[in-house]
């Protein structure tokens, strides 16, 4: 069976650090991947995706990154984290079919003080 | 990108009453998706629908698009508690890309 895992489960970084997100995907081969950020009680903001390695497409234009360096690992970086980076950051990766159900990690908790 | 209007935005019920949530759009779905979410986790995918017309039923849980598909209820007969959470519509904008509403918050209450 497939699974999808994310770290670290919560972070508190100062304003200006940097930041990474890891996550990965097993059981599963050349899936697409997916980099959403949700404000609390709210709806997800689809940040990037991406449908292969070193291929990522940027949603929205903003302080963040990501990257593809394996097939199964999905990273999301910032040089410089800013207050409204804060959020609940979920990653999700789908089979190659269009139209398919997406599947969701635990998600990371960011706060930027 | 599709705009998906959910309402309401929040709903407290006691346990064994019923409920309905809402998602619109001004334009056509080409298929609209409901999610699931408890707090500190990931939504977790009700149901798909893909026709006009169409009703999916998932236990308690009925899903009717609308005939237009442009419009979708999710209706929870006889809530519990353990259907707490937040239910967020979502539509495909393109073949991969997922645009999702702000969400119902729901609460039942013991």
């Given at each position: 069976s497939q699974t999808i895992h994310q770290?670290?489960?919560?972070?508190?970084?100062?304003v200006g650090s940097p930041l990474s997100l890891e996550c990965t995907v097993e059981g599963t081969s050349n899936p697409n991947l997916y980099w959403y950020r949700q404000a609390a009680g709210r709806?997800?903001?689809?940040?990037?995706?991406?449908v292969g390695i070193g291929q990522i497409s940027s949603e929205v234009p903003q302080n963040l990154s990501a990257s593809r360096p394996q097939d199964r690992q999905f990273i999301l970086s910032s040089k410089k984290l800013l207050l409204s980076d804060s959020g609940f950051y979920l990653c999700a990766w789908s089979v190659q079919v269009s139209y398919n159900e997406q599947f969701f990690g635990p998600g990371t908790r960011l706060t930027v003080l | 990108t599709q705009l998906l209007e959910q309402s309401p935005q929040f709903l407290s019920i006691q346990e064994g009453e019923n409920l309905t949530v809402y998602c619109n759009s001004s334009s056509v779905f080409s298929s609209l998706q409901w999610y699931r979410q408890e707090p500190g986790e990931g939504p977790v995918l009700l149901v798909t629908v893909v026709t006009g017309g169409e009703v999916k039923k998932l236990k308690r849980l009925t899903f009717q698009f609308g005939d237009a598909r442009k419009d979708s209820s999710l209706h929870i007969t006889a809530a519990q508690p353990g259907d707490t959470g937040l239910y967020l519509c979502a539509s495909f904008s393109n073949d991969y890309k997922l645009s999702f509403g702000a969400g119902t918050t729901v609460t039942v209450r013991a």
């Open positions: 770290w670290p489960a919560t972070l508190v970084q100062p709806g997800l903001q689809l940040l990037f995706y991406s | -």
